[in-house]
């Protein structure tokens, strides 16, 4: 029963690492357009994840969440909610990395690697304890 558990949860993080490949691409390529037509660092990466958001609840709720994604109605707007809410955690945390990293005088695209890993281990956490914990408490 463990290791079905196990198994399950290892193929979700494996699909939830996929769909956070694609909104990543949605993100860095917005963040690398914004760079290129001189908007701040900062303001660049909020606004490339803010647009991986929308990419990540689309893939998250079609491929990675299946299972435990609220029918219509009142719960699906509260998971839809609890989603935005564990991004903004991630969109914080990417903006302050980004713009702490290019303050100090790091190469804004480096800022930005160390910000991915630290926001995929914390969207990760929250989204699979609270956001899409199967339940229906969250939802």
Not at 89 to 97: E, K, P, Q, Y
Not at 115 to 129: C, D, K, P
Request: charged share 15%; glycine share 10%.
């Amino acid at each position: 029963m463990f290791a079905r558990l196990v198994s399950i949860a290892d193929r979700r993080l494996v699909r939830y690492g996929l769909a956070s490949v694609g909104a990543l691409a949605v993100d860095m390529g917005s963040f690398l357009a914004l760079l290129a037509l001189a908007v701040p660092a900062a303001a660049a990466s909020a606004a490339g994840y803010a647009f991986g958001i929308a990419a990540h609840w689309l893939l998250s709720s079609r491929t990675v969440f299946t299972d435990s994604v609220a029918e219509r109605g009142i719960r699906r707007t509260r998971q839809k909610a609890l989603f935005v809410g564990s991004a903004m955690v991630g969109l914080a945390l990417t903006t302050c990395i980004v713009g702490i990293g290019d303050l100090a005088g790091f190469d804004p695209r480096l800022a930005k690697l160390i910000a991915i890993a630290a926001s995929f281990t914390v969207t990760w956490m929250l989204r699979n304890r609270i956001v899409f914990r199967g339940d229906g408490a969250a939802a």
